[in-house]
């Protein structure tokens, strides 16, 4: 796998929180290629450091050592500001505590990344409209979020996220707070995606949702632990769960 | 599952193939695996242990002779008894476990490898069964029971995690040692 | 007793972990309530002073000023000195006017000549130096305060040398710069200083053509029916006969505070609406906080009541030991406000009744006013809605949100942010109008042409200059001080707001930063957020300081927009930082706190 298809590289990647003794490594000495088009999902308990890689991934911190490279552009050495810039075109963040803003409503909310990134009005809403079609709330885009249930915020935070078609959705515990017939939308859309070859990282420590990926990566103490393909391998045991004469 | 079928007869005399698809209907994927003689073969047990009784209706002109099933009085009893059993699949974990006693007092294999391997592999079935959740449509009766598999294999996965974070731990402390 | 112990307790507990907020509702209180409490004090205050100069110096009760020459004046003077309303009388003696060169300054001067041994009427303190002697000059303290002339120095008054041997001030006139009282001929008087000579001193100073007045100093036996004996005694002489009681001279003393006390007043009541301003900004960044505390309080089984005590327990009290604060600083300040001149002596009383009564109720205003919203909220709140309140929700507003989407990202931002808060953007409009009014008030003011005493404009005697006008330089001088605290306060609220904005939109401003917002463009959403509202502040406040001031003959329209401009400026500038600090928190650490 070269540099040039991973739609998201790191090699050697550290991150330390604290200082002196009470110094804790989140990220410890990691390595990983995501290809594009691929969905991966990174596993562990809570405190293992998969949130900080996320972090880390979508520029929101930076590494204490080790690179960081998103399409094929090394990313940790960057001002803020190119971050900035290189957020709103590359990366769709979506939160477990969904973070839309709440005194703008559904539309509105998908609208801002656009906005931020200089496009039109018309386009930005233009554009949003087809998004919160695509997750199934064409007709909620003038609802606050306050009147929306935890599953629908959540799918116009990734209508919202994939604004500015980014080459990587980081998604961090994206159904934990929903209950399972949400979480069930917030899959399919993640399937859609990855139908459409959406390149998608998702940290969860559930394995209903990590097993929807097609690959896994476990991580313990700021160290991946194991590394999953998923995809591709039927069992086929799911129809021979059940027999007559059982 | 023979049970299951006489259930089914409860409420009025059905057609073989009209049962079947009840079945399907409510099991979703986990029924695919079905095959049309099935049914009737489990219809004419029941049939032979005098739990239905088997009346020939008239056939359509389109469709002649139809059998159709029917509860005899004790089928019906058996039913009844059925619905008030309270019994349970056991979870067969001591084999799995013993397996991995077994492996690492004989140094036949690393207890951990083996929880990893189980692991991926339970995974997996987690995904088919998920993709099929995501595959069915809003409202199937399919997803209620297609969850409780999916429940299953995340209590089992989080199993194998306990059973990987002792094992390593044994593993640690013999390196220490 | 358990109860009051309780609330003490929540309070010291609260303001100890909230000191910043503390010390800000202590000054702010300070400010406000010291400038009014000297606002009110100043006119009992230059009463009192009169009062203890007259009874030190044996001050007469009635000063009689013949100004017309001619031989009526003798027996018309001898007539009052034996008047049967009379105790006892100084005088008759001249008053020469004339013009007196010191230190490269001149003014106009009234002459006194004095006897020697002054009698039992009008016996001036000397301060320093002795009493007149032949050839040697006292002047008035006030006077020479105001001229830099000390015992020893040299002046010469119409032409000639003086020494100065002693400086001394009376009762029988007004305080400098009104000793003259009435002009040469009884016309009006363009003020001037007093200079004490022997009398023949004063005599040959008379003869070289100078305009003369004869005075007589009177000693009534009832003080208090002065006016009785003027309306007797009034009209019944051939030559015209001026009369000045002590109760005019007390008055026309607090003249020289006449645009002082309006000046601290109403600036007290700016410095109040300002401390109003930035203690509720501070106490709106706290609320959520402070409600959450009340969910815990009830939570335990306090009642409302009690959660309504400790909330303003601790802003009364706050507000009280401000307000005890303020009235200390008065007193401490009251001496040279209330008496600019020196022409008097004693110290000023303490704080009457009336005052401690007045900047109470201040104190209590700004405490109830600022600490009102909090408590209502605390108090209202359900607990279970209390314990699990994030922050009160911004309103939608969609026509703004439609708007602002047209505009650059920093406005976009900034526009969103002055939206969510309505009421602060208010509160900060506020703020920059009170600051605008008082530099629009000051400006005014100093931009209008003044006649001193020096400046004459056409009294008697060659062109004068040098003498600082009194009454304007201390009013300035007040105005300034005043200006200086609002300005001060209005820094402290525009930071305070700003960073109680930035606080409260944290949470949104690292979401918008995940959208790939950069951090310039955050800080700079932060400033415009306090820059809008400052606009139609700045605006308002322009007008308003133009009426503040009444009547103007020259209006510096070029400094008031500099000075508009400037604040805007400054509110640019002092939003940065905050804003600037804001925005370089971490994005992940913001979120990961909001989730929790």
Known sequence: ?????????????????????????????????????????????????????????GGLERPSAGEVWLAGRRVDTLSERALARLRRRSVGFVFQAFHLMEELSAAENVELPALLAGRSRREAKRRANLLLDRVGLADRGRHLPSQLSGGQRQRVAIARALANEPLVVLADEPTGNLDSAATRDVLRIFEELRSAGQTLVIVTHDERVAATADRLISMRDGMFVDDTRLAGSATGWLGGLIGLEG | MQDAVLAMLAKEPSHGYHLRARLQRSLGPLGESMNPGQIYVTLARLEKAGLVVCERADGLPDRPERKVYALTATGQQRVATWLTEVSWPKPDLAEFHLKLVAAAAAGLADPVELVAAQRRELLRRMRETQRAVLAEPDGSAAVLLLEGVVLRLQADLRWLAACERAWSKVDDEAEDA | MGRIALVLRLVLADVRRHRAQAAMLLLAVTAATATMALGLSLGGATQRLYEQTRAATAGPDVVALAPDPGPAVAPALASLAHAPEVVAHNGPYRIVYATLTAHGSASLVVVHGAAETPGTVDRPLVTSGHWVRAGGAVLERGFATALGARVGDRVTISGRSFPVVGIAVTAATSIFPWAPQIGPGGGPSDGGGLVWLTRSDAQALASRDLPVTVALDLKLRDPDATQAFIDAHRHIFTTKVNFSSWQFKADQDAVMLRTTQPVLVVGSWLLSFLSITGVAALAAGRATEQTRRAGLLKAVGATPGLIAAVLLTEYLALALLADALGLVLARLAEPAIASPTASRIGGVGGPTGTVIVATAALAVVVAALSALRPTLRAVRTATVTALTVTAHRPRHRPRLTALSALLPTPLLLGLRLTARRPGRAVLHACSTAVTLIAITALLIYDAQPRWGPAQHREGWGPGLSGVPDLQADHDGRLLLAVSIALIALAT??????????????????????????????ISAGLSVAQLLPALPGAVAGVPLGILLCGETTTFPFSWIAAAALVILLATTALTALPARLAARRSVAQTLSAEAT
């Open chain 1, 1 to 57: 796998m070269n540099v040039a298809n991973a739609a998201v590289r790191v090699h050697g990647l550290v991150k330390n929180h604290g200082r002196g003794q009470g110094r804790v490594r989140a990220v410890d000495e990691v390595d990983l290629e995501v290809p594009e088009g691929q969905t991966l999902a990174v596993m562990g308990p809570s405190g293992c450091g998969k949130s900080t890689l996320l972090h880390l991934l």
């Open chain 3, 492 to 521: 402290v609220n525009t930071v305070t707001l700003t960073w109680t904005t930035a606080m409260e939109a944290r949470a949104n401003m690292a979401v918008a930063r995940t959208l790939g917002a950069t951090p310039g463009q």
